[in-house]
């Protein structure tokens, strides 16, 4: 059997090392919230830690993937990012607090920003441009499958083996993620790449109509908060009636339904943005998040409920996902691709650092159908900006990079 030429060793490998990544850190990501309410931390501490952690990655990989377009050396901040990113699930396991849970977070996801820009724009540069969505939504599949088998394995273990010891074992995959990237991630003819100059002129020197679709991702991502706040909202929601090790472990198998949505729904998703346009599938994604939103305001405290809401939350993340860097590289000129995904990523990054940190004090001192109903309202602002900021866009000369 002959595979199609975009699934070339690059996207093949970065696919591969993004299942072993998230299979470590996801099997952390699940158990967190009940870590920290082991730990006696407040509800807000989560929204603190997911924020801080997020906001910290957005900035480093706006200038990780500066720096690697500078330097020309994208493979090697990939894999210096990879490293971060393996060894953090050793800082929460030896965590007598959610102050070191929230600095070995932020080593981890600091990791992620060091890695991420130089990565995609790796993939980008490896296939065609008709070919990005199928490249994008595979390398998602790949990291959401990982994502799938870390929930599995933290929902068998949790009832038989203590979190920390959990935590140290999520050690192994991070460590096989590196070395996959090692062997597999190739970048293409890296000495010939343009160079940017400054990082502000080059910043300024972004396609007009890519600075209008960030600013689309930002109102949205601001509604985007982190999906482990979800699980603390069912563990809380549902311990009442089941107990917190049953409520513990359903919030596991919520959120391993939400990733097996996910990794089901990547791949087909950037294939029909490929083939209908990537901007009406993200418009429909987005349009799915405020359907969601609303939903868990309405839905009543039962399982089965939950259990819909978390697989249409794994649909529009994969849509997302998928189609923004998809967008991304078809918006960004090939020699800017790293810093373009770095502001891309930033940007996200931003959002999350915002939405997290008010939606965890939103649920704490006011409520949760409050929180709901302020990123579903958000979430809609943002969908209506996505329409309206990229068919605006259409209109400009591409290569316009002053005056947005």
């Known amino acids: 059997m002959k595979w199609p030429p975009w699934l070339n060793s690059t996207v093949l490998g970065a696919g591969l090392a993004s299942f072993f990544g998230d299979l470590g850190y996801e099997t952390v990501t699940v158990l967190l919230p009940s870590f920290l309410i082991l730990l006696g931390a407040p509800v807000y501490a989560l929204g603190i830690i997911e924020g801080l952690s997020d906001g910290a990655s957005s900035f480093v990989k706006l200038f990780s993937g500066y720096f690697a377009d500078k330097l020309g050396k994208r493979r090697e901040f990939a894999l210096a990012g990879s490293v971060a990113t393996a060894i953090f699930p050793a800082f929460l396991a030896a965590a007598a607090s959610w102050f070191v849970v929230l600095a070995g977070r932020i080593i981890g996801w600091i990791g992620k920003g060091i890695r991420s820009p130089s990565r995609d724009a790796i993939i980008a540069n490896s296939v065609e441009k008709k070919d990005l969505g199928k490249a994008f939504g595979f390398h998602r599949a790949g990291d959401t499958l990982g994502a799938i088998a870390g929930p599995a394995i933290a929902l068998v273990l949790v009832s038989t083996v203590a979190i920390r010891t959990i935590f140290w074992l999520a050690v192994i995959p991070g460590v096989l993620a590196f070395i996959v990237l090692w062997l597999w991630l190739k970048e293409k003819n890296p000495e010939h790449q343009n160079r940017p100059k400054r990082l502000l002129p080059s910043l300024r020197g972004l396609p007009l109509r890519f600075k209008a679709f960030l600013g689309a991702v930002l109102v949205f991502g601001i509604a985007d908060f982190s999906q482990t706040l979800l699980i603390a909202f069912v563990i809380v929601a549902l311990t009442p009636s089941m107990g917190f090790t049953m409520a513990t472990a359903?919030?596991?198998?919520?959120?391993?339904?939400?990733?097996?949505?996910?990794?089901?729904?990547?791949?087909?998703?950037?294939?029909?943005?490929?083939?209908?346009?990537?901007?009406?599938?993200?418009?429909?994604?987005?349009?799915?998040?405020?359907?969601?939103?609303?939903?868990?305001?309405?839905?009543?405290?039962?399982?089965?409920?939950?259990?819909?809401?978390?697989?249409?939350?794994?649909?529009?993340?994969?849509?997302?996902?998928?189609?923004?860097?998809?967008?991304?590289?078809?918006?960004?000129?090939?020699?800017?691709?790293g810093l373009g995904f770095g502001a891309l990523a930033a940007t996200n990054g931003i959002g999350d650092l915002v939405s997290s940190v008010m939606i965890g004090f939103v649920w704490t001192f006011i409520g949760y159908s409050t929180g709901f109903a302020i990123a579903a309202v958000i979430a809609a602002a943002g969908t209506i900006l996505l329409v309206w900021t990229t068919r605006a866009a259409v209109r400009a000369t591409p290569e316009s990079g002053s005056g947005a």
């Open 250 to 337: 359903a919030g596991a198998g919520l959120y391993l339904v939400r990733n097996i949505v996910y990794a089901a729904a990547s791949y087909p998703l950037g294939w029909l943005g490929d083939r209908i346009g990537r901007r009406p599938v993200l418009v429909c994604g987005y349009s799915v998040a405020v359907v969601t939103f609303i939903g868990f305001i309405l839905a009543p405290v039962n399982i089965w409920a939950y259990g819909i809401l978390f697989a249409l939350c794994g649909l529009f993340i994969a849509a997302e996902d998928a189609l923004e860097s998809a967008l991304a590289g078809e918006m960004v000129g090939e020699e800017a691709r």
